[in-house]
């Protein structure tokens, strides 16, 4: 029988599972939720230096193939997330942390606090957050991503990693790939974020389904998920010497398989956890032991990687 047991940065995992940051982790409830999960580990959500209550509702809706959000970062503040992160019981799996700053000093700030708490928690730091009224997302202005990485890399030497937002030319994937790599300590790579900047209509009402930024949000969801293989593919092949996280599209045992394949190590769930519950991650787990079995293969790190091109 296949294990589903994987390493990751030193890390033991029972499951290559866990949830994309900004599903199932605002608070300590929905953070506990998780830790009696089938996840294999979870993260915090995406926090500021103070806390916000984010954008007005309705702000993320479901739809039959997705969903669109603009949250707006609503978040407890990153002392909230940082006090869970000093109680939590890594004996039991794995914790990320979520950083997404408004500015580079805010980044910097956080960092340094996670820094000194000296955790095993693992940083991933949001480069594509989308839906801040005002604020382009760093990831999307390759200048500002650099001097992101290099004033946060002063300050952190520890391993972290990077939440990326999708990108849809070669020309982006070389840049942003060619940025990432120069930072050894950028250890791994979450692709995607959702794809930014969509408009879901609802016909009978002729309007548009979230109150912010006039309908616009970001899609997740199936949606999104050949962009997120494409992501995932492209940035396993140009940075050899990080891991990468897939996050996107995944509602299914065989869609995790087709992230594994493509080159993640790991395999984040944001819109189908947030429609079905944790008790996915059960369901998950139990579908991609039936595939890997079915197809020969007896470990994660065997699968990884594994796509072929004709
Ligand atoms: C939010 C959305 C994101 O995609 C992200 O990366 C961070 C925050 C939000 O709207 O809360």
Redesign the pocket.
């Known amino acids: 029988m296949s294990t589903l047991s994987t390493r990751f940065l030193g890390h033991s995992f029972a499951s290559p599972l866990m949830n994309a ?2 599903v199932y982790c605002l608070d300590v409830t929905e953070l506990k939720a998780l830790e009696s999960s089938a996840s294999g580990s979870l993260i915090t ?2 926090c500021t230096l103070e806390a916000r209550s ?2 007005p509702e309705p ?1 993320y809706i479901a739809t039959p193939l997705g969903s669109i ?7 407890r503040g990153y002392q909230y997330y940082l006090d869970y992160a000093k109680s939590f019981d890594y004996q039991r799996k794995p914790l990320f942390m ?1 950083v ?1 700053g408004l500015s580079l000093a805010d980044n910097l700030k956080m960092i340094a606090a996670i820094r000194d708490a000296a955790l095993p928690a693992i940083v991933e730091l ?1 480069l ?5 009224p005002g604020k382009p997302q760093i990831a999307y202005d390759f200048s500002a991503m650099d001097q992101m990485l290099a004033a946060v890399t002063r300050e952190y030497t520890q391993p972290f990693g990077v ?1 990326m937002p999708p990108y849809f030319d070669f020309a982006h994937f070389d840049e942003a790939a060619a940025i990432l790599n120069r930072y050894p300590t950028v250890a791994f790579v979450t692709c995607i ?2 794809i ?1 900047n969509a408009l879901v209509i609802d016909t009978e009402t002729e309007s548009v389904v979230i109150k912010p930024k006039d309908g616009f ?2 899609i997740g969801g199936d949606y999104v998920l050949p962009t997120a293989l494409a992501n995932v593919n492209a940035f396993y092949r140009r940075c050899p010497d990080k891991l990468v996280i897939g996050c996107g599209g995944v509602k299914t045992g065989e869609q995790v398989f087709q992230h594994l394949l493509a080159g993640a190590s790991l395999v984040q769930v944001g819109t189908a956890l947030q429609e079905e519950g944790e008790g996915i991650f059960a369901r998950l787990n139990t579908e991609l032991s039936i595939i890997m079995a079915r197809k020969g293969y007896s470990s994660v790190e065997s699968v990884r990687g594994k796509l072929k091109t004709l």
Not at 69 to 75: F, I, V
Not at 128 to 132: A, D, E, M, R
Request: with cysteine; net charge positive.
């Open positions: 940051s900004g959500k995406s984010g954008n702000r959000n603009s949250m707006g970062l609503p978040n979520s997404a949001n594509s957050c989308p839906n801040v939440k974020n959702s930014g949000g970001g």
